[in-house]
Nanobody
Framework: QEHLVESGGGLAQPGGSLRLSCGASERAASGRVMGWFRQAPGKEREFVAAIRWNGGTTYYADSVKGRFTISRDRARKMVFLQMNSLSPEDTAAYYC???????????????????WGQGTQVTVSS
């Protein structure tokens, strides 16, 4: 079963914006946390942002603070990542993830998540 489906990736110019969306299954949306990770060619997967379904507490990697915003729509079981002031260093495949029992200390660790989307490519280039 496909629990997470991302959309919204594409090509953006430096300084531009993109908005990623992630639709979650009933099972994935019943968990505690939703996160976004990214992986550039030749690099390890890294944490970008996370949000709790209950309460909406958010977490960000230092590299994206002030530029990216994660949000969720509980009724639609959707999570979004608004990315502004994009730079070429943001180029990567972006993955949506669902953590069913993720605690705060695990929100930035990929091993704290149970389901993953197929990924959507974001390319920032002039």
């Amino acid at each position: 079963q496909e629990h997470l489906v991302e959309s919204g990736g594409g090509l953006a110019q430096p300084g531009g914006s993109l908005r990623l969306s992630c639709g979650a299954s009933e099972r994935a949306a019943s968990g505690r946390v939703m996160g976004w990770f990214r992986q550039a060619p030749g690099k390890e997967r890294e944490f970008v942002a996370a949000i709790r379904w209950n309460g909406g507490t958010t977490y960000y990697a230092d590299s994206v603070k002030g530029r990216f915003t994660i949000s969720r729509d509980r009724a639609r079981k959707m999570v979004f990542l608004q990315m502004n002031s994009l730079s070429p260093e943001d180029t990567a495949a972006y993955y949506c993830a669902a953590g069913l029992r993720t605690i705060t200390a695990e929100t930035s660790n990929s091993r704290g998540y149970d389901y993953w989307g197929q990924g959507t490519q974001v390319t920032v280039s002039s």
